[in-house]
């Protein structure tokens, strides 16, 4: 490499590293919420861009995905939702600043204690960063030796759904018991939105399709290139999204056993394939290589759909009731 | 080394930025975006450290653990708004009761 490329990727990295610290000061200290949360999404493309640097474009995609398109969701949701309720509790004696305090009224001492400590924190942690060990070869070659008996050839999803697939499948578990403990909360909101605009509604329609079909992509190509099914199962989550934001957000009136389904579908598949093994004769997922691909292919087609809904169901922020008016 | 180096100190200055921010701010929603920077710093600390292996390119295993990570942060922010929300019903304050008053 050269003097002048190495110069400009020196020079990128630094002003993309300081670009991180200077926007995620931003988002934790501007004094009005929402632009806080504005700020946290540009915040997460941010951090895509510097996983594309550390040379991992799976992360990339997940963290542009989920990390800020689906959280700066929840939080903007969540926003509106305390805002709403601020509101209609604004004639009781509910202090309106609650948002624009910006810290809690610590005194001066406790605050040059917090700031002083975390100076120390950054350095200590700096310094144990620097005395790591010198270069270590890690686990890239014992998973690169692997590969060909892993059915796929991206040594990251042959990583999530092979060789740790047990991290995967407590992950989707977590996933679930998220959705479980944030339904019995509370009741999903009746409305979501006041009144989509038309132009929100007919994007949708031209939107939802691509969306779709870009998530197909993701969860097929994971098997060669970075994308995978938790990437796909975000853009599915955010055409769910869209269209519960343009409006449909009832229920069908019938029962809800269609939904809890589709919910449990990722977890059961991939219980259900693990046993199966077991029943065959082999360990808990250990999957025979001439059938791995197709076997991570059906674990990743039903792992997609679940963490779309189960995604989208999130941002609901509750259960949603049966067949309750707009 | 150069990317190492850049997004490891930036990754410990967003943890400790989040860390402050979580223990100085009261209203849960600030609180819960804090730790979500320190998530995304602890991430790319050990993005970083993963970036350092010599020879073929990153090391995958870390990236597949930080895409677990992710996936659970995502999970464990709904849950943490949820109980917010909730909170927020039940005191009319968006913060733990007994820092009302602090």
Same mark, same amino acid.
């Given at each position: ?124 942690? &700096? ?7 010198? @270069?270590?070869? *890690? $686990? !890239?070659?014992? #998973? =690169?030796?692997?590969? /060909? ?104 009136? &019938? ?7 589709? @919910?449990?579908? *990722? $977890? !059961?598949?991939? #219980? =259900?394939?693990?046993? /199966? ?50 | ?102």
């Amino acid at each position: 490499m050269d003097v002048m490329s190495l110069a400009a990727n020196w020079t990128f990295d630094g002003l993309l590293a300081l670009a991180l610290l200077w926007v995620g000061w931003r988002v934790l200290a501007s004094t009005n919420l929402f632009k806080g949360i504005v700020f946290f999404i540009a915040f997460g493309l941010l951090v895509a861009l510097s996983w594309v640097r550390l040379e991992a474009p799976d992360v990339a995609l997940a963290e542009a995905a989920i990390g800020a398109g689906l959280t700066g969701a929840l939080l903007l949701a969540a926003l509106s939702r305390l805002r709403r309720r601020q509101d209609s509790a604004q004639a009781s004696d509910q202090p309106l600043d609650a948002e624009t305090s910006r810290t809690a009224r610590l005194s001066l001492g406790t605050q040059a204690l917090l700031i002083v400590f975390s100076a120390v924190l950054f350095v200590c942690l &700096g310094t144990a960063f620097l005395s790591l060990p010198p @270069l270590t070869p *890690g $686990l !890239g070659p014992q #998973v =690169a030796e692997q590969l /060909s008996a892993s059915g796929v050839t991206n040594p990251v999803t042959a990583v999530l759904l092979n060789f740790r697939a047990y991290d995967t499948l407590l992950e989707m578990g977590v996933l679930f018991l998220a959705l479980v403990a944030v339904w019995s909360l509370s009741p999903a909101p009746a409305q979501l939105v006041t009144a989509p605009g038309s132009i929100l509604i007919s994007f949708v329609r031209v939107l939802v399709p691509i969306v779709v079909l870009a998530a197909t992509y993701l969860l097929w190509i994971g098997a060669y290139a970075p994308g995978g099914a938790f990437q796909a199962g975000a853009v599915l989550a955010a055409a769910v999204v869209l269209i519960l934001l343009a409006g449909e957000n009832t229920m069908p009136a &019938g029962s809800t056993w269609p939904l809890r389904a589709t @919910l449990s579908l *990722g $977890l !059961g598949v991939f #219980v =259900a394939v693990g046993m /199966s093994l077991m029943g065959m004769g082999r360990s808990f997922l250990d999957f025979p290589t001439d059938q791995a691909g197709n076997l991570i292919l059906l674990i990743e087609v039903a792992a997609t759909v679940s963490i779309g809904v189960t995604l989208a169901a999130l941002f609901l922020g509750g259960q949603p009731q049966r067949g309750s008016p707009k | 080394m150069t990317a190492t180096m850049a997004y490891a100190t930036a990754g410990i200055g967003l943890f400790v930025l989040g860390l402050y921010a979580l223990s100085a701010y009261t209203h849960l929603l600030r609180k819960v975006i804090a730790l979500n920077i320190m998530a995304s710093g602890i991430f790319l600390v050990f993005g970083a450290i993963a970036h350092r292996a010599p020879g073929q390119g990153a090391d995958p295993v870390p990236h597949a653990l930080v895409i677990t990570g992710v996936v659970v942060a995502v999970s464990a922010t709904a849950l943490a708004l949820a109980l917010m929300l909730r909170i927020q019903a039940e005191t009319g304050q968006p913060r733990l009761p007994d820092e009302t008053s602090d």
